[in-house]
């Protein structure tokens, strides 16, 4: 069983930096249609050619974006570990909610300006917060509210389609049009989306061969699985110095 018959939707992730031109070939050669890019690089070329995804870090902090000047100290909790220059936010706090819609907004607009044909696309990331030490005390329910809050939100405004990560103890309890994981094979919890029968993208990290750990691992577990048409998979490199690559 090969592993590309898993990959009901092609899609690419890039954290770093834009793919190369070699890397856009190979993109286009399994025929992705979701490209996950992040704002903070000059994506505008690349809407000529995918279907992007506008990543947004919801959850925390970095102090390299644009807006990271219109949160207050007071909002800004613990390092984010393993990321220099980033850190929790406090999500509870009404202001956060605010602050994060208007960036939020004022990122998609440029693309929607420029390219009118795009339906708006944002991938919402680092939303477990009840989950970590962010410094402050995020409670369960208040994490919920402010992921729908989010999504509301964008979808009044833009009529847009939103993703939320690594949401695998909420699944029912939010309304995302998609959901981004990681690991969903490798750790076993692709039972907790059996609920949620919209798009979901996996990442599962490799170290050495990706063909090796998909065909031996992945399609392993997959075949256990009763339903996985609506999921769709990517390999990446584990040490996150280098872009992610598709399969």
């Known amino acids: 069983m090969e592993y590309k018959t898993f990959l009901n939707e092609p899609f690419g992730v890039f954290y770093n930096k834009n793919p190369t031109n070699s890397q856009k070939k190979e993109l286009k050669k399994v025929k992705v249609s979701k490209l996950f890019l992040d704002p903070s690089n000059d994506i505008s070329p ?58 939020i907004d004022s990122t998609v607009r440029k693309y929607v300006k420029e390219f009118p044909k795009w339906h708006p696309k944002i991938d919402l990331d680092n939303l477990d917060l009840h989950r970590q030490d962010t410094g402050f005390s995020i409670t369960f329910k208040q994490q919920i509210y402010y ?13 847009g389609s939103v993703c939320v990560r690594n949401c695998e103890d909420m699944v029912d309890y939010i309304k995302p049009d998609a959901i981004l994981v990681e690991s969903a094979v490798e750790d076993d919890f692709m039972d907790n989306f059996d609920t949620f029968h919209k798009p979901i993208y996996d990442i599962e ?14 399609c392993n577990t997959l075949k256990k699985e009763k339903d996985y048409a609506n999921w769709s998979f990517i390999g990446a490199n584990k040490a996150l110095d280098k872009n992610f690559f598709i399969l």
């Open 147 to 159: 992921i729908n809050e989010l999504i509301r939100h964008f979808k009044s405004a833009w009529k």
């Open 46 to 103: 690349l809407f000529n050619e995918f279907d992007p995804v506008i990543y947004i870090n919801a959850g925390a902090w970095e102090d390299f974006r644009k807006y990271a000047k219109e949160y207050k100290p007071n909002q800004i909790g613990k390092d984010y570990k393993g990321w220099p220059g980033e850190k929790w936010l406090n999500i509870a706090d009404i202001d956060v909610i605010q602050t994060t819609k208007f960036n």
């Open 205 to 218: 990290y490799y170290k050495n061969s990706l063909t090796a750990f998909f065909g031996k691992r992945m």
